[in-house]
């Protein structure tokens, strides 16, 4: 057994599953409350990833310092990320509460085709090349063959997210209202929680910690195009139900236990079966944990 | 109509104008800033910022406007659906229904010979989504099982045809049958891990095995001949003969006319069976169906498999008609529109699936003059679809049982 | 009722028989032009039907071929097999003589059996699936660019005979097109005494990290690796290899050999290696008909223009040579009358390769791709 | 009289939780009996042990119907349960909404069928016959319980009393020896309690089945039961005649109690 290739498969597989974290927190999230598979979830992601590329590109023109644009661009991207999050609940599920849960999904996947090609037609179908808005630093120079800036930066991030979302969802108000809603949103309804408030807070959020990632991420992978969301979205709705839908640690932990077994298994077995080794432990894993690793289990009430 | 006019008034002239100026902002970036980091060039559109304010006014407006009317009806529940008015008018005028029956006859068979082969070739392709609808419809419509990888049945199909021709020159009627046993033999492979799964992981499993089959038949080279396909595939023949490229078309949609008819006639007796009540009361409530002495195991492994079935059977069209196939065509995008089909026609519902796939599958053809908005509208309808009618177009409706009193007054 | 219904059936039948008669006129020669016009992929057969255009306007302008106009019919087969099948039918029943395209290899393979059987001769300015010419299967077929086994092979002898490396990873996106060459590529090295294949995988298009692949290919001593596939992949694969300082030659194919991949990629793409069609930038019909669509659409032509623009010049010469719109006579115009492309002078052989249209490796240098001797 | 359903200790843990706590518990031929408890006792926790949702942790549970071995049915799955013969309605209306009341009605029968899938598809002479038997019984279930004139309407679109007769309807068109009625009457009217009252006794009488009942109705409780268990915390505290347990001071403290405070 080599070692150091060992140690180097660990580090891309917890890259990889950072980045899938980011996207499954949104998912999870939005799941807890309503109960719904947002298929636009990566959408959201993509179109965050966009409007970063669009603001830092015109200001990248005004010369501007690359600090300076990272930062604005992220918050812009934050921003409409999250605008198109709440929008869309309002359009496509709010009027769906009551109706059948598959026709919520359904609605769900014409939103993801409608905003794919929204940006495909607005913008370009091809991939355009995303600014490395992450300085390479200084004192990762000794091991930048193993861990470059912008997986430290998305590790970090991860990691804060996370941390920030569960202090929200324990200690606050509204987190204490998201949680309310998620056990019964009903009862939570009688007890005086406005829970329309509290689901289009749930958007906000999980199209923030989007945003985040299609900026992020983006500069890890350097493109993108209008399409990034799709596969980017599959991965991270496995890694939340594998870690537990639901459950905002399970998501990170889901994520990275995808990142690792896409890692070992192209780098011990083939990268030919990827996904393969992905969906066949999402699978071993749910035979015996039904609810996913750190989920609850949903016992119906007899 | 009267209320229409409430819509000019001030206020909600004034919440318009309030939308309105969100999706200015909300689209701003995209929409108006187009970026070319590739040419590294900026072009500012400034005219669709007029065009997205108009269209948002008059659709915000539009869209309150629909809203009300849809909570208004949302009061009176004895909206009868249009399957039952049907049935009543058929009932009461036996010779308008076989007059329509006859008239539908007779569209049918004249349909391929009134039109090009083109047109011939898109309605097989309606017709082949609604046996594949009609398939799901067992699974997610009356077993209640969120079924993603619908497709994979469909390549099982396929495939089976594809190599058994390759192998063994097998001709496409003896693997009408070989292809539809072997998915129901699948359906049954992948039920069997999958029976204690519930609702959305049950749906991302489903998902999971959809992919798994297909990336299957894209790696594994020496098997599947990999993403380069199987092409020649012989289109079927009739006693063998061989019929030429035009009469092949009609051919086929003639199959495709006796296997819609096969599969509705088969489904119709399936869901008012014993087994099909079970299926129903399984998508009902789980607990109590079992409470109620229903094998719980045994009727997933059956929704699985007869649902596999008829995407198995499709898939030996499907690969005769095309005469090539790869791994490309059965993506979870396809699983997608199947199950679209199910859920926009009205979930459990046999003419809801015709309807469903006929909106489907033929709506996106004639909707290509407007080519490249075509999946911006597809999308779009679907969302406004189930806003407006989130069960479906056609709603269901149950068997009526009819009661012979005089007997059960005999048995008291 | 089931006389009612035979009744109606004959006479529904009859109509259809009378009114269906074929009717020829002596209107325009149409030809079809099939490729994606809508989707992901579209950027690939839009090129394709303005390049069609171009050359047709410019054609009837002169007065047309055989004293009539020529009409193109334009249809979108979205790049899938299934839906090609169908917009060939449509081809067909627009009663077109002959076809551009279609893009895609898979497509063309579903495509092919309604134009042979119809008798229409379809020429891909794309479609680079060996079996299409190799296979004896698709007699009408042609096309106006060169097999992938001949572009593997061309990589293949490059990194052999000039770079003299040994121990080469193949890669590949899992695609049709991808998968297809480095297939070829590795039968090629397995074939070569001097070489070795120390590695030979799939990668999945659209994955956020090739990380895992990548310590593979660094585990694996690879002095190469020859890629197959698509410049969004390559580019993020070039991209990563160059951040972990991996001092590993990088070797693809024409559909890295874009100025899209040296955008993207940046200051990784340099050094890399690209095969791709012989520089056409020297002839001077190529540079016409770059012009022209700088003129008439305000901006550079898309992927494969010169290569359509080639199929349909070759196309109305054949019909011209061929004095008539049969298939016989146009098939064979096609394989023997010389005609003056963008692409040199061209004709195509027995199983519908265009002779003289081959690959060149190139280089980016400076971010540019340049044409290595 | 030998009792047709026992449970010897019969305990259920859920982690830590003891739910059921070592019950002994009889049910005899004919009999009605009844186990109350306040809230939170066990009681349908109990029931779910002996109809199979839940599998016990400890103890047996054994079933003797007339003329039959003992058996013992610890863990079985519920359809098996039920095909044994015990049958049993919700606490939370658990109907199967979108049939209609006959359907709902002829699934309790599907158990005692065997169509099959060929049998649906060639619609056999067999299938035919057994079809139209099933609606046949069915329609006269109604019959007895009342609710014909809905026998075509969706279950979810009729009035709460009638989806609890619904309910019993249902289970008992499984052909039970032994009918479980998780609180029949909750919600209900005192009217419509007084109707189930006389419908649990004529069941009985008609259809010589015995019936065990979770209630906190004591009035339903006391007027038909012949026997009373009574469940605190997991724990069987008394059982007897109704008028023993309305004497019993641990009864009175633990549950009796609870209902005056209330």
């Given at each position: 057994?080599?070692?150091?290739?060992?140690?180097?498969?660990?580090?891309?597989?917890?890259?990889?599953?950072?980045?899938?974290?980011?996207?499954?927190?949104?998912?999870?999230?939005?799941?807890?409350?309503?109960?719904?598979?947002?298929?636009?979830?990566?959408?959201?992601?993509?179109?965050?990833?966009?409007?970063?590329?669009?603001?830092?590109?015109?200001?990248?023109?005004?010369?501007?310092?690359?600090?300076?644009?990272?930062?604005?661009?992220?918050?812009?991207?934050?921003?409409?990320?999250?605008?198109?999050?709440?929008?869309?609940?309002?359009?496509?599920?709010?009027?769906?509460?009551?109706?059948p849960r598959l026709s919520?999904l359904i609605?769900?996947?014409?939103?993801?085709?409608?905003?794919?090609?929204?940006?495909?037609?607005?913008?370009?179908?091809?991939?355009?090349?995303?600014?490395?808005?992450?300085?390479?630093?200084?004192?990762?120079?000794?091991?930048?063959?193993?861990?470059?800036?912008?997986?430290?930066?998305?590790?970090?991030?991860?990691?804060?997210?996370?941390?920030?979302?569960?202090?929200?969802?324990?200690?606050?108000?509204?987190?204490?209202?998201?949680?309310?809603?998620?056990?019964?949103?009903?009862?939570?309804?009688?007890?005086?929680?406005?829970?329309?408030?509290?689901?289009?807070?749930?958007?906000?959020?999980?199209?923030?910690?989007?945003?985040?990632?299609?900026?992020?991420?983006?500069?890890?992978?350097?493109?993108?195009?209008?399409?990034?969301?799709?596969?980017?979205?599959?991965?991270?709705?496995?890694?939340?139900?594998?870690?537990?839908?639901?459950?905002?640690?399970?998501?990170?932990?889901?994520?990275?236990?995808?990142?690792?077994?896409?890692?070992?298994?192209?780098?011990?077995?083939?990268?030919?079966?990827?996904?393969?080794?992905?969906?066949?432990?999402?699978l071993?894993?749910?035979?015996?944990?039904?609810?996913?690793?750190?989920?609850?289990?949903?016992?119906?009430?007899? | 109509?009267?209320?229409?006019?409430?819509?000019?008034?001030?206020?909600?002239?004034?919440?318009?104008?309030?939308?309105?100026?969100?999706?200015?902002?909300?689209?701003?970036?995209?929409?108006?800033?187009?970026?070319?980091?590739?040419?590294?060039?900026?072009?500012?559109?400034?005219?669709?910022?007029?065009?997205?304010?108009?269209?948002?006014?008059?659709?915000?407006?539009?869209?309150?406007?629909?809203?009300?009317?849809?909570?208004?009806?949302?009061?009176?529940?004895?909206?009868i659906s249009l399957q039952q008015k049907l049935r009543e008018l058929g009932e009461k005028n036996p010779r308008l229904k076989r007059g329509a029956l006859a008239a539908v006859i007779v569209l049918v068979v004249a349909y391929p010979?009134?039109?090009?082969?083109?047109?011939t070739g898109i309605m097989t392709t309606a017709l082949m989504y609604v046996v594949l609808g009609l398939g799901l419809n067992i699974v997610v419509g009356l077993g209640g099982l969120l079924h993603l990888g619908y497709a994979a049945f469909y390549a099982v199909g396929a495939y089976t045809y594809a190599l058994l021709h390759?192998h063994f020159g097998i001709g496409f009627w003896v693997s009408l049958p070989i292809g539809a046993g072997l998915a129901t033999i699948l359906g049954i492979l992948i039920a069997i891990p999958v029976l204690r799964l519930r609702g959305?992981y049950l749906a991302?499993v489903t998902l999971g095995f959809g992919?798994i089959v297909r990336?299957?038949l894209?790696?594994?080279?020496?098997?599947?001949?990999?993403?380069?396909?199987?092409?020649?595939i012989p289109r079927p023949t009739l006693f063998g003969i061989?019929f030429?490229?035009?009469q092949a078309s009609v051919f086929i949609y003639f199959i495709m006319v006796a296997l819609v008819v096969f599969t509705i006639f088969i489904v119709r007796r399936l869901e008012n069976s014993r087994m099909g009540r079970a299926w129903i009361a399984m998508r009902e409530d789980e607990i109590a169906s079992q409470s109620m002495g229903i094998n719980i195991t045994k009727t997933k492994v059956m929704t699985f498999a007869i649902g596999a079935f008829w995407a198995g059977m499709i898939g030996v069209v499907f690969a005769a008609k095309t005469t090539?196939i790869?791994?490309?065509s059965f993506?979870l995008w396809e699983s997608v529109i199947i199950l679209c089909i199910v859920v926009i026609g009205g979930m459990g519902s046999i003419f809801g699936v015709v309807v469903g796939a006929g909106i489907l599958i033929l709506?996106?053809?004639?909707?290509?003059?407007?080519?490249?908005?075509?999946?911006?509208?597809?999308?779009?309808?679907?969302?406004?679809?189930?806003?407006?009618?989130?069960g479906g177009i056609v709603t269901n409706v149950r068997k009526v049982y009819r009661i012979d009193k005089d007997k059960t007054?005999e048995a008291? | 009722m089931k006389k009612a219904i035979i009744?109606a059936l004959?006479?529904?039948?009859?109509?259809?028989?009378?009114?269906?008669?074929?009717?020829?006129?002596?209107?325009?020669?149409?030809?079809?032009?099939?490729?994606?016009?809508?989707?992901?992929?579209?950027?690939?057969?839009?090129?394709?039907?303005?390049?069609?255009?171009?050359?047709?306007?410019?054609?009837?302008?002169?007065?047309?071929?055989?004293?009539?106009?020529?009409?193109?019919?334009?249809?979108?087969?979205?790049?899938?097999?299934e839906?090609?099948?169908?917009?060939?039918?449509?081809?067909?029943?627009?009663?077109?003589?002959?076809?551009?395209?279609?893009?895609?290899?898979?497509?063309?393979?579903?495509?092919?059996?309604?134009?042979?059987?119809?008798?229409?001769?379809?020429?891909?300015?794309?479609?680079?699936?060996?079996?299409?010419?190799?296979?004896?299967?698709?007699?009408?077929?042609?096309?106006?660019?060169?097999?992938?086994?001949?572009?593997?092979?061309?990589?293949?002898?490059?990194?052999?005979?000039?770079?003299?490396?040994?121990?080469?990873?193949?890669?590949?996106?899992?695609?049709?097109?991808?998968?297809?060459?480095?297939?070829?590529?590795?039968?090629?090295?397995?074939?070569?005494?001097?070489?070795?294949?120390?590695?030979?995988?799939?990668?999945?298009?659209?994955?956020?990290?090739?990380?895992?692949?990548?310590?593979?290919?660094?585990?694996?001593?690879?002095?190469?690796?020859?890629?197959?596939?698509?410049?969004?992949?390559?580019?993020?694969?070039?991209?990563?290899?160059?951040?972990?300082?991996?001092?590993?030659?990088?070797?693809?194919?024409?559909?890295?050999?874009?100025?899209?991949?040296?955008?993207?990629?940046?200051?990784?793409?340099?050094?890399?290696?690209?095969?791709?069609?012989?520089?056409?930038?020297?002839?001077?019909?190529?540079?016409?008909?770059?012009?022209?669509?700088?003129?008439?659409?305000?901006?550079?032509?898309?992927?494969?223009?010169?290569?359509?623009?080639?199929?349909?010049?070759?196309?109305?010469?054949?019909?011209?040579?061929?004095?008539?719109?049969?298939?016989?006579?146009?098939?064979?115009?096609?394989?023997?009358?010389?005609?003056?492309?963008?692409?040199?002078?061209?004709?195509?052989?027995?199983?519908?390769?265009?002779?003289?249209?081959?690959?060149?490796?190139?280089?980016?240098?400076?971010?540019?791709?340049?044409?290595?001797? | 009289?030998?009792?047709?359903?026992?449970?010897?200790?019969?305990?259920?843990?859920?982690?830590?939780?003891?739910?059921?706590?070592?019950?002994?518990?009889?049910?005899?031929?004919?009999?009605?009996?009844?186990?109350?408890?306040?809230?939170?006792?066990?009681?349908?926790?109990?029931?779910?042990?002996?109809?199979g949702?839940?599998?016990?942790?400890?103890?047996?549970?054994?079933?003797?119907?007339?003329?039959?071995?003992?058996?013992?049915?610890?863990?079985l799955k519920p359809n098996v349960v039920t095909e044994k013969g015990?049958a049993?309605?919700?606490?939370?209306?658990r109907l199967f909404q979108n049939m209609t009341v006959l359907e709902n009605v002829m699934i309790g029968r599907h158990c005692r069928l065997s169509a099959g899938l060929l049998g649906a598809i060639f619609r056999t002479k067999a299938t035919v016959a057994e079809e139209k038997k099933v609606v046949d019984d069915s329609y006269e279930i109604l019959e007895?319980?009342?609710l014909t004139?809905y026998a075509n309407e969706f279950a979810k679109n009729?009035?709460?009393?009638?989806?609890?007769?619904l309910e019993?309807a249902r289970a008992m068109a499984t052909d039970p020896?032994?009918?479980?009625?998780?609180?029949?009457?909750?919600?209900?009217?005192?009217?419509?309690?007084?109707?189930?009252?006389?419908?649990?006794?004529?069941?009985?009488?008609?259809?010589?089945?015995?019936?065990?009942?979770?209630?906190?109705?004591?009035?339903?409780?006391?007027?038909?039961?012949?026997?009373?268990?009574?469940?605190?915390?997991?724990?069987?505290?008394?059982?007897?005649?109704?008028?023993?347990?309305?004497?019993?001071?641990?009864?009175?403290?633990?549950?009796?109690?609870?209902?005056?405070?209330?």
């Amino acid at each position: 057994m080599d070692l150091s290739y060992f140690f180097e498969l660990f580090l891309g597989g917890m890259t990889r599953g950072s980045i899938y974290a980011l996207i499954a927190l949104g998912y999870t999230m939005v799941y807890g409350i309503i109960k719904l598979i947002n298929f636009a979830h990566g959408e959201i992601y993509m179109i965050g990833a966009f409007t970063a590329l669009i603001i830092s590109s015109v200001l990248g023109f005004t010369g501007m310092n690359s600090i300076l644009i990272l930062v604005i661009s992220g918050v812009l991207a934050i921003f409409f990320s999250a605008a198109y999050g709440a929008t869309m609940e309002k359009i496509a599920y709010k009027p769906l509460r009551q109706a059948p849960r598959l026709s919520a999904l359904i609605s769900a996947i014409g939103m993801s085709m409608f905003l794919q090609n929204y940006v495909l037609l607005a913008q370009t179908p091809d991939f355009l090349p995303f600014p490395a808005l992450i300085p390479d630093f200084k004192f990762l120079k000794p091991i930048e063959k193993i861990l470059s800036s912008t997986q430290l930066v998305i590790l970090v991030t991860t990691a804060v997210v996370m941390i920030l979302l569960t202090i929200l969802i324990k200690f606050t108000r509204t987190g204490k209202a998201m949680r309310a809603t998620s056990q019964d949103a009903k009862m939570a309804q009688l007890l005086g929680i406005n829970i329309n408030r509290v689901i289009t807070i749930t958007f906000i959020i999980g199209s923030a910690t989007a945003a985040i990632g299609g900026v992020l991420i983006s500069s890890h992978t350097g493109q993108l195009n209008y399409y990034i969301g799709f596969i980017a979205g599959i991965k991270a709705f496995v890694a939340a139900v594998l870690g537990g839908i639901g459950s905002i640690p399970g998501a990170v932990l889901g994520s990275f236990v995808l990142g690792w077994t896409e890692s070992f298994g192209t780098g011990y077995v083939s990268s030919d079966y990827e996904d393969v080794f992905a969906f066949i432990f999402l699978l071993i894993i749910l035979i015996f944990r039904p609810s996913g690793i750190l989920g609850r289990s949903q016992n119906d009430k007899v | 109509m009267s209320n229409l006019m409430k819509y000019f008034s001030l206020k909600e002239i004034k919440k318009s104008l309030v939308m309105t100026l969100w999706f200015m902002i909300l689209t701003f970036p995209i929409m108006v800033i187009k970026v070319n980091t590739i040419e590294n060039t900026v072009i500012w559109r400034w005219g669709y910022l007029a065009v997205i304010a108009v269209g948002s006014f008059i659709l915000s407006t539009l869209w309150r406007y629909m809203m009300e009317r849809k909570s208004l009806q949302a009061g009176n529940e004895s909206k009868i659906s249009l399957q039952q008015k049907l049935r009543e008018l058929g009932e009461k005028n036996p010779r308008l229904k076989r007059g329509a029956l006859a008239a539908v006859i007779v569209l049918v068979v004249a349909y391929p010979f009134a039109t090009s082969m083109y047109q011939t070739g898109i309605m097989t392709t309606a017709l082949m989504y609604v046996v594949l609808g009609l398939g799901l419809n067992i699974v997610v419509g009356l077993g209640g099982l969120l079924h993603l990888g619908y497709a994979a049945f469909y390549a099982v199909g396929a495939y089976t045809y594809a190599l058994l021709h390759v192998h063994f020159g097998i001709g496409f009627w003896v693997s009408l049958p070989i292809g539809a046993g072997l998915a129901t033999i699948l359906g049954i492979l992948i039920a069997i891990p999958v029976l204690r799964l519930r609702g959305d992981y049950l749906a991302i499993v489903t998902l999971g095995f959809g992919e798994i089959v297909r990336i299957i038949l894209e790696n594994w080279n020496d098997f599947s001949f990999g993403p380069s396909g199987i092409a020649n595939i012989p289109r079927p023949t009739l006693f063998g003969i061989h019929f030429k490229l035009q009469q092949a078309s009609v051919f086929i949609y003639f199959i495709m006319v006796a296997l819609v008819v096969f599969t509705i006639f088969i489904v119709r007796r399936l869901e008012n069976s014993r087994m099909g009540r079970a299926w129903i009361a399984m998508r009902e409530d789980e607990i109590a169906s079992q409470s109620m002495g229903i094998n719980i195991t045994k009727t997933k492994v059956m929704t699985f498999a007869i649902g596999a079935f008829w995407a198995g059977m499709i898939g030996v069209v499907f690969a005769a008609k095309t005469t090539f196939i790869n791994p490309a065509s059965f993506t979870l995008w396809e699983s997608v529109i199947i199950l679209c089909i199910v859920v926009i026609g009205g979930m459990g519902s046999i003419f809801g699936v015709v309807v469903g796939a006929g909106i489907l599958i033929l709506l996106p053809e004639y909707l290509r003059a407007f080519s490249q908005y075509r999946m911006l509208l597809f999308g779009a309808i679907l969302v406004l679809m189930m806003v407006f009618r989130p069960g479906g177009i056609v709603t269901n409706v149950r068997k009526v049982y009819r009661i012979d009193k005089d007997k059960t007054g005999e048995a008291e | 009722m089931k006389k009612a219904i035979i009744i109606a059936l004959v006479l529904v039948l009859s109509v259809f028989v009378i009114t269906g008669c074929a009717k020829k006129n002596a209107g325009p020669i149409k030809i079809g032009v099939a490729g994606p016009q809508s989707g992901d992929l579209a950027s690939y057969g839009i090129p394709t039907a303005k390049a069609a255009q171009i050359v047709v306007d410019e054609v009837n302008a002169a007065g047309g071929v055989l004293g009539r106009q020529i009409e193109l019919v334009v249809e979108d087969d979205v790049c899938k097999p299934e839906v090609a099948t169908n917009t060939a039918s449509k081809l067909v029943g627009e009663g077109v003589v002959g076809v551009i395209g279609h893009i895609c290899s898979g497509a063309t393979k579903a495509a092919m059996g309604t134009y042979n059987e119809s008798k229409i001769p379809a020429i891909s300015p794309s479609a680079t699936n060996p079996a299409l010419t190799q296979s004896g299967d698709y007699p009408n077929f042609f096309r106006t660019i060169a097999s992938d086994d001949a572009q593997a092979r061309t990589e293949v002898d490059f990194v052999l005979d000039t770079l003299g490396l040994t121990k080469i990873a193949v890669l590949h996106d899992k695609g049709d097109y991808g998968k297809g060459l480095a297939e070829f590529a590795k039968s090629f090295l397995e074939a070569d005494s001097r070489a070795e294949v120390v590695l030979f995988e799939g990668i999945t298009p659209g994955a956020v990290d090739y990380s895992a692949v990548i310590n593979k290919i660094k585990s694996s001593g690879a002095q190469a690796v020859i890629f197959g596939g698509y410049h969004p992949e390559a580019s993020k694969i070039v991209g990563q290899m160059k951040k972990r300082k991996m001092d590993v030659v990088f070797v693809s194919d024409d559909g890295v050999k874009d100025d899209t991949f040296i955008k993207v990629a940046g200051e990784y793409a340099e050094g890399v290696y690209a095969s791709g069609p012989k520089d056409t930038a020297a002839n001077p019909l190529a540079k016409k008909y770059e012009k022209a669509h700088q003129d008439k659409f305000g901006e550079d032509p898309g992927p494969f223009y010169q290569n359509a623009v080639a199929a349909t010049l070759a196309m109305i010469n054949a019909i011209k040579v061929a004095g008539s719109t049969d298939y016989d006579a146009v098939t064979n115009a096609l394989r023997t009358s010389l005609v003056d492309t963008p692409l040199g002078k061209i004709k195509f052989d027995d199983r519908g390769d265009a002779i003289g249209v081959g690959f060149a490796m190139y280089q980016v240098q400076n971010g540019v791709y340049v044409e290595l001797k | 009289m030998a009792p047709i359903l026992e449970t010897k200790n019969l305990t259920m843990d859920f982690g830590g939780l003891r739910a059921v706590d070592n019950i002994n518990f009889q049910v005899n031929e004919g009999e009605i009996v009844a186990l109350i408890g306040p809230n939170g006792a066990g009681k349908t926790t109990f029931f779910n042990c002996i109809t199979g949702v839940y599998k016990p942790t400890g103890g047996d549970i054994y079933i003797a119907p007339e003329g039959e071995k003992t058996e013992r049915i610890n863990g079985l799955k519920p359809n098996v349960v039920t095909e044994k013969g015990l049958a049993r309605t919700f606490q939370n209306i658990r109907l199967f909404q979108n049939m209609t009341v006959l359907e709902n009605v002829m699934i309790g029968r599907h158990c005692r069928l065997s169509a099959g899938l060929l049998g649906a598809i060639f619609r056999t002479k067999a299938t035919v016959a057994e079809e139209k038997k099933v609606v046949d019984d069915s329609y006269e279930i109604l019959e007895e319980i009342g609710l014909t004139d809905y026998a075509n309407e969706f279950a979810k679109n009729l009035p709460y009393g009638a989806q609890r007769r619904l309910e019993i309807a249902r289970a008992m068109a499984t052909d039970p020896f032994l009918l479980l009625l998780d609180e029949p009457a909750a919600g209900m009217n005192p009217q419509e309690t007084k109707e189930l009252d006389e419908m649990i006794l004529h069941i009985r009488k008609n259809n010589k089945i015995s019936i065990l009942l979770i209630e906190h109705d004591m009035s339903l409780v006391m007027s038909v039961s012949e026997k009373i268990f009574v469940v605190d915390y997991g724990k069987l505290i008394a059982e007897g005649t109704p008028d023993e347990i309305k004497k019993n001071p641990e009864v009175i403290k633990a549950y009796l109690g609870d209902e005056t405070d209330a």
